[in-house]
């Protein structure tokens, strides 16, 4: 069976330090992955999403980045956080855009 | 484990009628639901929540029914049309919507015209 991991859990970062977080998709070959976010209130918005090694899309301009090094391995970084960077970062993966998304657990994330 | 539970993978209905999805959950702390709908090739965007106070919750075509005995939330689309047909997500939260989201793993709706 497919099994989808995030780490780490919470984070709590100074506004300016860099951001690493990892999705690894086990069970599954050459999923899309996704990187959603979840900020205080509001619904899940779509940062970025990659159909294959080395092929991000992403679809919110911001202090972001996304890189896929590895087929079912999905990098979320920034090189210095904002305030406005606080939320729930959930990682999904699927067999297709058509197809349901199965999400990770996901990260608290809070910028201080 | 599955906190969020949408056992069924797929709906049919027919344009004008009642579509009914449901969510069962196992923790008993969650005190806030969610259901999200996302149309292929887009992210999930929010339709509706409710919070455990409530056990019902209206907007427009679109109504959610909260069971907290049962464990087991609802959603229902009056009348149904062909452009709700999507996959829609339950999520639960504890803290009224502060915690972490548990998402189902989804259920696609169908409306044939």
């Known amino acids: 069976s497919q099994t989808i991991h995030q780490w780490p859990a919470t984070l709590v970062q100074p506004v300016g330090s860099p951001l690493s977080l990892e999705c690894t998709v086990e069970?599954?070959?050459?999923?899309?992955l996704y990187w959603y976010r979840q900020a205080a209130g509001r619904g899940l918005q779509l940062l970025f999403y990659?159909?294959?090694?080395?092929?991000i899309s992403s679809e919110v301009p911001q202090n972001l980045s996304a890189s896929r090094p590895q087929d079912r391995q999905f990098i979320l970084s920034s090189k210095k956080l904002l305030l406005s960077d606080s939320g729930f970062y959930l990682c999904?993966?699927?067999?297709?855009?058509?197809?349901?998304?199965?999400f990770g657990p996901g990260t608290r994330l809070t910028v201080l | 484990d599955q906190q969020v539970k949408q056992n069924s993978p797929s709906l049919s209905v027919q344009e004008g009628r009642i579509s009914i999805l449901n969510c069962d959950y196992t923790?008993?702390?969650?005190?806030?639901f969610l259901w999200y709908k996302k149309y292929p090739a887009e992210g999930p965007t929010f339709l509706i929540s409710?919070?455990?106070?409530?056990d019902k919750n209206e907007d427009g075509r679109f109504t959610v029914f909260l069971n907290k005995s049962a464990k087991h939330l609802s959603l229902h689309i009056v009348p149904s049309q062909p452009g709700d047909s999507a996959v829609y997500f339950c999520?639960?939260?504890?803290?009224?919507?502060?915690?972490?989201?548990?998402f189902g793993k989804g259920t696609k709706l169908s409306v044939k015209p």
């Open positions: 069970g599954t070959s050459n999923p899309n």
């Open positions: 409710i919070s455990s106070i409530k």
């Open positions: 923790n008993s702390m969650f005190d806030y």
């Open positions: 999904a993966w699927g067999a297709g855009h058509t197809d349901t998304q199965y």
């Open positions: 990659s159909v294959g090694i080395g092929q």
């Open positions: 999520a639960a939260s504890v803290n009224y919507g502060q915690g972490n989201l548990i």
